[in-house]
């Protein structure tokens, strides 16, 4: 399988890896691929470019002769009071995350026309539950799950199948500061169902799901992989437990 994934995470096969510059990570994913005999390609460049999304699925295409998978991965996060938004920073944060998304698809249909192929957008549980001092970052996840929806009904008929993933709690890079407090990660923990904040490889197995035959007929659905910590509000009121019955 030939695929794209930007935001620097990937799977065996033919691995296109993007992020925005070189970094030890994705120096690493690149070594973690040539150990499982993939055929990894590190591209660099900025999703939040109008250009740069083009640019890669191009250069993917060129070095694997086609495509037929991409993950549109690429997020950033700029915490704050909608009140003190910036124009600037809320327009970066719809460009990485849900413009991007747009665009490679664009640039990318031809190649996944061709080998009948699927798309994959990673969404969050913020797309659909309201968080209070994450500036726009809800309302581009939001968005991006309802382009995919958009981008299924259209990309359809040509046999390409567009879905979203929508992780909860991840141990990730863009994490690692908050988990490095024990106590906060434990309480985490403990707030999901399944016991444990999600691993990078919890959501990259849904997303390779999605992009395999065994999701052949998933199309525009939003997958949502959050241990069922988004459906445990109710469960974690004061008092609940107190409750008796009448």
Known sequence: MRVLVTGAQGRKAQIAAVDVEPSPSLDGLVEELRKHEAEPLALYDDMGSADAPG????????????????????????PGPLVDYSVEDWDRMFAVNTRATWLLAKAAHPALKTSRGAIVAVGSMSGTNAHANLGPYGPTKAAV????????????????????????????GMTARVYADQSVAAERDALVPLGRVATPEDIADVIAFLLGPDAR??????????GGVSGNFLGRLPGTSQITRS
């Open 55 to 78: 640019r890669v699925v191009g250069d993917a295409i060129g070095r694997f002769g086609g495509l037929d998978g991409l993950v549109s991965n690429a997020g950033i996060n700029r």
């Open 145 to 172: 799950i309802m382009l995919a929806r958009v981008l299924a009904q259209e990309f359809g008929r040509d046999g390409i199948r567009v879905n979203t993933v929508s992780p909860g709690m991840v141990r990730t």
């Open 217 to 226: 007929y998933v199309n525009g659905h939003d997958l949502v992989v959050d």
